[in-house]
């Protein structure tokens, strides 16, 4: 397996469709010469092949030497890239643009500068109604060149419009260069360290944030500046666990489609991430039919063409759909139900290997072995936590620290007390160097500890007291942390009232329900 993730273009090979590598064979018989044919001998070997293996490859080609074989799977590469150019180019904006862009220097270049402004005139209209500014600064720039360098007749007004578009222009990516930027940077120290640990990381995330926003901020009016402000919020929010600033600017980030809906088309991927920040917002804050509606409309939306026109939009409007039904189940307590999604689910990583990154595999892991916890298949359970425990351990601590606890709750619940002591030690060792203990973790391991010295008898106190030590703890901002990813509270009630986890949680479920349902009686 490794030898197909590290081939570049085996990978693109097996990602082909059946149109596509229809397509190429088209474009390649039609655009080269005989000897470059010998591509096409090269494509069908390596797309027949199940693993990438250099050396059956060169036994099915004995025309060519293992030199030759870089050079002609470099030439391949190139051609293939050429052919979905050409095949997707109506498909998406930015490629259209570059096309444009590209014909306007080419007429250039043999001294049609008159046509090339005027296909300029067009890749500007394309740009502005597509919110393009990185294109449009580039055929602006153009313009300048060619109305500095000749006489082409334009008008003062116009070439004095063009100076103000220009100086607006460099404005606008200005600050979405700025924006994107703290975007990215806060979205990745979530991916390395999760929500924040402490007052501490906090108070230091929130002086980079104010530091980091532009001071004009107030002024942002197009979609961009006010697509990367939002998602900016929303992961200052999250990290925080402001999960109520996290919903505000996640619905805001969907409305901002919504106002302009042909930019779902332009800009996908963010809607579709968009779409998976909101559903997880109405987690956070168990809003159970801003949920059931919101998931209801994302797939909907799964099933139209725009979904569907990319393998990458297809991969992530499923990996987000499936977390989001996981996480239905995780709110109801309808665990058994929920595991009978995780084959499928499963069926699916595998088959999407290639293009999904490891968090999200980890993060898939996590809420599988939940769902088993939560079920009473603790063996199971134990299985998928092990995946993350032996993954990558740079790659979302919070997890890692969690897995790890959830692991030792799972042997807990199994009885397998010959080995709690020791893993209670290593346990509390990794959390405690990630700095990722909290009160809440604290008492876990101290009521662990104690439990080996008490009667089956005497537990239930022993219980009860770790309970009443922690409820308080329920809407503490930087506890919450741990009831984000250990329901602690719900699992200590089914022990205490000896019931299911599951018909605890359902009961929590129902409860809100009611009250919901009574809310809105008596607003009629």
């Known amino acids: 397996m490794s030898n197909r993730i590290t081939d570049a273009l085996f990978q693109l090979i097996c990602s082909l469709e059946k149109s596509e590598k229809r397509h190429f064979k088209l474009y390649i018989k039609r655009s080269s010469a005989k000897e470059d044919l010998k591509i096409i001998q090269l494509f069908d070997a390596m797309d027949k092949l199940e693993e990438y293996d250099e050396k059956l490859l060169l036994k099915k080609l004995p025309f060519v030497t293992k030199p030759q074989l870089a050079n002609l799977k470099t030439h391949l590469y190139k051609q293939l890239l050429a052919s979905l150019r050409l095949l997707k180019s109506t498909e998406n904006i930015d490629l ?15 001294g049609l500068k008159l046509q090339s402004l005027k296909i300029l005139e067009k890749a500007k209209e394309i740009a502005k109604a597509n919110h393009k500014f990185n294109f449009l600064a580039q055929v602006i720039s153009l313009e300048k060149k060619i109305e500095t360098l000749h006489i082409t007749r334009s008008s003062t007004d116009k070439t004095a419009t063009l100076a103000a578009e220009a100086l607006q222009i ?53 979609f961009y500046e006010k697509l990367y402000l939002y998602q900016s919020y929303c992961w200052y929010a999250f990290i925080r666990q402001d999960f109520l600033l996290y919903y505000r600017y996640s619905q805001k980030w969907i409305d901002l489609f919504d106002e302009d809906e042909s930019m779902i088309s332009v800009e996908t991927g963010h809607y579709i991430k968009g779409m998976h920040n909101l559903l997880n917002a109405h987690f ?78 980890l993060v898939f892991n996590y809420k599988i072995a939940t769902l088993y916890f939560g079920s009473g298949d603790y063996s199971t359970s134990i299985d998928y936590l092990q995946k993350i425990i032996n993954g990558e351990a740079d790659l979302r601590i919070d997890l890692q620290c969690y897995a790890r606890l959830l692991h030792l709750m799972a042997h807990y ?36 500890r104690s439990s080996f010295k008490v009667s089956a008898r005497q537990l239930k106190p022993e219980l009860e007291k770790f309970l009443n030590n922690i409820k308080h703890l329920e809407r503490s901002r930087f506890e919450t942390r741990s009831f984000a990813y250990l329901d602690t509270i719900s699992w200590l009630e089914s022990k205490v009232y000896a019931k299911p986890l599951s018909a605890i949680i359902h009961n929590k479920y129902l409860a809100s329900k009611r009250s919901l349902d009574n809310s809105m009686m008596r607003l009629s």
């Not at 570059?98 to 007429?107: N, P, V």
């Open 413 to 448: 619940e199994l009885g397998n007390f010959e080995i709690i002591e020791s893993l209670i030690k290593s346990v509390y060792r990794f959390m405690a160097k990630m700095k990722n203990l909290t009160v809440v973790e604290e008492e876990m391991f101290r009521f662990l």
């Open 96 to 110: 259209q643009l570059s096309e444009h862009l590209d014909d306007a220097r080419l007429l250039y270049n043999k």
């Open 284 to 361: 956070d804050l168990r809003n159970f039919q801003q949920f059931q509606k919101t998931l209801l409309k994302f797939e909907a939306y799964a099933k139209t063409p725009v979904a569907n026109q990319h393998d990458n939009f297809r991969i992530h409007t499923f990996i987000y759909i499936n977390s989001a039904k996981i996480n239905w189940h995780l709110m109801l307590g309808n665990f058994k139900e929920g595991l009978e999604l995780v084959p499928g689910i499963v069926e699916k990583l595998q088959e999407y290997a290639l293009y999904i990154d490891g968090h999200r595999i």
């Open 170 to 222: 460099s404005g606008h990516i200005d600050r979405v260069t700025r924006l994107s930027n703290l975007a990215l940077l806060l979205y990745r120290w979530y991916i390395k360290n999760g929500h924040a640990r402490n007052e501490m990381d906090g108070n230091d995330l929130k002086k980079f944030f104010s530091q980091s926003l532009p001071a004009d901020v107030n002024e942002i009016t197009e």
